[in-house]
């Protein structure tokens, strides 16, 4: 079985859900039949609407990154590409909250803290938790997240930028760097306090995310919540080439505005630039995927202004999906870039 960013061998080991199948059908009816319809309405709101992410939950789609033998979907990583595909071309807004949860469910499955996984992994996988990740932090310029520790726990200082789902989330999977250079991963109650502030960030698209900037000023987290600790090299290593699943978000957009194009050889052109882009995300690695990453976002961005150019005047409104896909094209050429991501796209967008 091929592996993928959410599928490790772990400590239980992984297996493939038997009814994946119906897990992904299932996700298509939900994107085509209430995302797709709610898209617009979700992009005027200030969040995301709980009971779009109660459905996901219902229909088992938070346990898309946890081993089946803790009640997750053991997807393999070609069906988990699909499901975040599918979802992103329901609504991105939905889908980008959504996505947060699975890096801390991964994290969680391969923390060697047994403990800490029989309390949290389980509630995780069936969305009875909801996650979200605050690992910016750790590359903020010379200003790096910070953890101390201390009796009974940990002490969080500095600022974690584009955090996603406040308000949605109650959990948020931290990451700060301690004084010898190790990088603490720690799973942090997302509430408000006097230790941890919270400033909301106005966005051009997906503003229902609900993304801030968290600021930590000795906020102190238990010590039974600490999910690992990795060299930062290790981490930094890891981070470099940025992740593959995220480019599925941009294929979603792209696909959804090739079925938004009327039958001719202007669809049946992006339509195949949206399966080499697709093909080469599923078959990428760390060398290849900052390459494949920015091909799905090019070619996001190709379709939206395809679909603009044809739906012509009324793509200006507010009111049609043209618009609203087109913002969301920009927002993925720039959402979780790296360099490598960054120089390859702008290649890409100089030299057509």
């Known amino acids: 079985m091929q592996k993928g960013p959410f599928l490790t061998s772990g400590r239980k080991g992984w297996r493939v859900a038997e009814d994946s199948g119906q897990v992904l059908a299932r996700a298509r009816v939900i994107a085509d039949e209430v995302l797709f319809p709610a898209a617009s309405g979700v992009d005027r709101a200030d969040r995301v609407p709980a009971t779009l992410l109660d459905l996901l939950a219902d229909a088992g789609c938070y346990g898309m ?49 047994p403990e800490l996984r029989d309390r949290w992994l389980a509630p995780l996988a069936r969305g009875e938790r909801r996650a979200g990740i605050a690992l910016a932090g750790l590359r903020v310029p010379d200003a790096p997240m910070r953890v101390t520790p201390v009796d009974g726990g940990y002490l969080l200082d500095g600022r974690a930028p584009w955090v996603t789902g406040w308000g949605m989330i109650d959990t948020l999977y931290t990451a700060a760097l301690d004084a010898s250079g190790d990088v603490h991963f720690l799973l942090v109650d997302a509430v408000a306090s006097a230790t941890l502030q919270v400033r909301p960030l106005e966005l051009v698209a997906v503003r229902a995310s609900a993304t801030c900037d968290v600021h930590f000023e000795r906020h102190f987290v238990p010590a039974d919540r600490l999910v690992d600790v990795v060299p930062y090299a290790d981490w930094s290593r890891a981070d470099s080439s940025g992740s593959a699943t995220n480019g599925f978000l941009a294929i979603g957009v792209a696909a959804r505005c090739v079925r938004l194009l009327p039958p001719g050889a202007v669809a049946e052109t992006l339509s195949a630039q949206v399966d080499a882009a697709r093909g080469g995300l599923l078959g990428a690695d760390s060398a290849s995927n900052p390459a494949a990453r920015a091909e799905a976002s090019a070619v996001a961005a190709r379709a939206a202004a395809a679909l603009a150019v044809q739906t012509g005047a009324r793509a200006v409104l507010l009111e049609h999906d043209a618009q609203r896909l087109a913002r969301e094209s920009v927002f993925l050429l720039v959402f979780g870039n790296r360099p490598a991501i960054r120089d390859a796209l702008l290649t890409r967008l100089t030299h057509p």
């Open 65 to 113: 990154a946890a081993p089946a033998d803790a009640g997750g979907l053991g997807l393999s990583w070609p069906e988990a590409a699909a499901l975040v595909e599918t979802l992103a071309d329901g609504c991105l807004t939905t889908a980008f909250v959504w996505l947060q949860h699975h890096s801390p469910v991964r994290a969680v499955a391969d923390s060697p803290h």
